[in-house]
């Protein structure tokens, strides 16, 4: 497992069977020395916040590339397998998008080892940052809505990634996929709210925010961070993800190659989140 350091960083748990190695994917010797020796390679280091194109290409183009040469060398790597993003479906909408398309052209292009490359929708569970604090406002009963009302997306609980990932570890094959929970016509606002509303008892309102206010919030979130030196979540890119309309995916193609299928649909996976905390 390579690991970065910082005082910041959660202390892992101790395991005899986790190496841990320190560095980062501009480090090459790290690299080296985190592939040699493995059979089957989990690529999921990823920068997800940026004030710049760089930001990104730096960490997802550059960092995936130098991890791809490291396994070029080692002749113990017969399989990849790479955690994308559904963004990279539409490259065109921003930095991060484009970062991981761009990443997911030079996986593909690599000679010898097999490579897998997953796509998954959004992500939650415990732990998670991202897709928890909407779902705790919901279970309060309210959030406010920065997407469209007909935006349709797909959800994936991270046990079911898990589960998903080790599939692909263990029968090596090459080619793009995709996975989402198994939710029949996926998401949008209606059905979010209405299966939080059964779960908390509440009922749940969803407060839209107009799409030329969430861009020039995201504009002016860009700005300062520069000013300070800091890297945003929120940008005018990231404004334009929130914004797209059909963030659905399938599992057809990974079903067929793995056998794989998921367990946790939203009414069971909110059961597993401390909303109420």
């Given at each position: 497992m390579l690991i970065r350091g910082g005082k910041q960083r959660t202390p892992l748990p101790v395991d005899e069977r986790v190496s841990v190695v320190g560095g980062a994917?501009?480090?090459?010797?790290?690299?080296?020395?985190?592939?040699?020796?493995?059979?089957?390679?989990?690529?999921?280091?990823?920068?997800?916040?940026?004030?710049?194109?760089?930001?990104?290409?730096?960490?997802?183009?550059?960092?995936?590339?130098?991890?791809?040469?490291?396994?070029?060398?080692?002749?113990?790597?017969?399989?990849?397998?790479?955690i994308s993003s559904l963004a990279a479906r539409e490259p065109q909408l921003s930095w991060y998008a484009e970062s991981k398309f761009l990443a997911e052209q030079s996986c593909r292009a690599l000679s010898g080892p097999s490579c897998a490359i997953l796509r998954p929708p959004a992500v939650y569970g415990p732990g998670d940052k991202e897709m928890l604090p909407l779902l705790r406002m919901l279970y309060r009963g309210y959030a406010v809505r920065v997407t469209p009302a007909e935006q349709r997306l797909s959800l994936i609980h991270v046990d079911d990634l898990i589960t998903a990932l080790v599939a692909l570890s263990e029968q090596p094959t090459t080619g793009l996929y995709s996975l989402n929970d198994g939710e029949p016509n996926h998401y949008d606002w209606d059905k979010l709210c209405h299966i939080i509303s059964e779960y908390s008892g509440n009922k749940v309102r969803a407060l839209p925010l107009p799409p030329m206010l969430l861009k020039t919030i995201a504009q002016v979130n860009l700005r300062l961070a520069r000013i300070r030196g800091e890297k945003p979540i929120l940008s005018p890119g990231k404004a334009q993800e929130l914004l797209w309309r059909d963030w659905t995916s399938d599992n057809q193609v990974l079903r067929e190659a793995t056998g794989w299928a998921p367990a946790v649909r939203l009414a069971e996976g909110l059961r597993g989140l401390k909303l109420g905390g």
């Open positions: 994917l501009r480090d090459q010797a790290a690299l080296q020395q985190l592939v040699n020796d493995c059979d089957v390679i989990v690529h999921c280091a990823a920068s997800v916040r940026g004030a710049c194109w760089q930001d990104f290409y730096q960490a997802n183009v550059i960092g995936t590339r130098n991890l791809l040469s490291a396994i070029n060398t080692s002749s113990s790597a017969r399989h990849l397998v790479v």
